[in-house]
């Protein structure tokens, strides 16, 4: 039986119990992928995270949702960064590098005067798939009817490290409306049966913030919802830029709210940028400290 020490943090706030509960594990090292996961599906979170050391990076992160590895996290990745430059673990470094099974990718870290820490992420290269299965389906899927679903974009496949569905919806009201059926999404996503569920629109509760979510889990993944999603927050960037408004000034910069509907309140800002004629993601955001949890295994 071993002892394992899990820090809880709240990443995209600031304020405990608001943002999107991960755990951190900063002594990755000291355990398989079988007690890897076994950890995260004690924890319970939507992921549960593990620094370990790295040849090709400075560290490397695995992440693990209660039912498998996933290769990148957003809100995970914020968690770790923050439990580990709060520990000391990272010492003064302000610009450092994580492998992950999305790639190497840069991180960035300024901590302003109220001594709050901020951390920038670089996403993998977006990419994009047509989605052709039922409209009916997909929206009964979550709880509403085709009508909710924007009649003038498209719904596609993205990933920026992850896969999954951009689902625009028409406004704000449908979100409280919304109730998942995860178990018939595989049916539903024939192209992809292992991805997510992400519906999204262009209003906000928040009046600074361009773009409302929720995130609905794979039913793969042994969780529902996600609280508030680095990842996907990240491709709407990308899916802003390709199907929304093409003639945007780049760079840019989204306000991404999400969590509301689950009493939480998350922001991620997301950065669009066109290099070489190709589109670099980014995201910043936030993470605060909860508490230390003991797990056996």
Known sequence: MKIVTVHHCDAFSTIPSKGNPAGVVVEGDQYSEIEMQAIAKQVGFNETAFALKSDKADLRIRYFTPGHEMNLCGHATMATIYALKTKGLLKDKSKLTIETKAGILPIEIKEQQTRQIYI???????????FNGSKSKLAQSIGLTEEAIHPGLPIVYGSTGIWTLLIPIKNLTYFEKMTPQTADFPAILEEMPKASLHPFCLEAFDKNADMHARHFSSPYSGTIEDVVTGTASGVMGAYFANYIDREAQLPKTLIVEQG?????DGRVHVHVKSEKGKL?????GTAVRVKELKVQI
């Open 120 to 130: 920038t992420m670089q996403h993998a290269a977006p990419q994009f798939e047509a």
């Open 280 to 284: 670099n993601i980014s995201i910043t």
């Open 260 to 264: 509301q509907e689950l009493g939480k």
